[in-house]
């Protein structure tokens, strides 16, 4: 079995506590040595804020660890600083079968009980990205009821100082597409119908079955 390592300091305050990079490669080909593991490299990054996410080392080390390897780290702040980038790196990691271990946090993948935690990382991941989603819905949906902006203009409206104002035309045909799906017909008939009829869209052009959709979801939001 292979891993791939990563170090990162960012002070002269760091490597004085003992994580200097020296220290922390020592404890990662430790653990490579105790678990039969083949270190095949170690990255790093040397006087880098963890906050940082696009730290050259790091990329390095996650595009180097492939499917069946594991990335083994000194404790997770060697990765980030951010809760949300540790999750988002702890899901793709796992998309591609590539293990975890964090000596510090006693986070390893490699065993049943650090699977688990993995998995909770992108439990968590999902629940944070629901609940984003979630606000945004409800942030645009009082901006509509109050008549403010709460995107690009959509078919129906247009915008006068901030706010939208109905389009009467607009909003019949609107009434039209929403009437046709709820009888059962498909996006693109919708769409065929429009263009049939000669009724372009919001900028002009044609009408598809992407841009039907468009319409319909911005009425429900």
């Known amino acids: 079995m292979k891993a791939i390592g990563y170090v990162r300091v960012s002070t002269q305050g760091q490597a004085d506590e003992g994580v200097s990079l020296e220290a922390q490669k020592a404890k ?28 050259e080392g790091l990329q390095t080390a996650l595009e180097s660890a492939g499917n069946g390897m594991a990335l083994v780290v000194y404790s ?25 271990v964090s000596l510090t946090e006693k986070i390893d993948t490699t065993t049943a009980a650090g699977r688990m935690v993995f998995r909770m990382l992108a439990v968590l991941n999902e629940f944070e990205r629901e609940q984003v989603g979630e606000r945004t819905k409800a942030a645009l949906a009082h901006k509509k009821a109050i008549g403010e902006k709460y995107a690009p203009v959509p078919f129906g409206y247009r915008e006068l100082e901030g ?28 769409a065929d119908w429009l263009n049939n009829q000669g009724i372009e869209g919001k900028k002009g052009g044609k009408w598809y079955a992407s841009t039907v959709s468009y319409v319909i979801k911005r009425q429900a939001a």
């Open 163 to 190: 706010r939208l104002v109905e389009v009467e035309q607009e909003a019949k045909l609107v009434a039209q597409i929403l009437r046709r799906r709820e009888q059962g017909h498909t996006l693109m008939s919708i």
């Open 76 to 100: 997770l702040s060697r990765l980030t600083r951010s809760t949300k980038d540790m999750l988002d790196m702890a899901e793709k990691l796992e998309k591609r079968s590539t293990d975890l």
């Open 28 to 55: 990662i080909e430790a653990w490579c040595l105790a678990n039969d593991y083949e270190l095949v490299g170690i990255h790093e990054d040397a006087g880098i804020s963890g906050t940082k996410s696009d730290r």
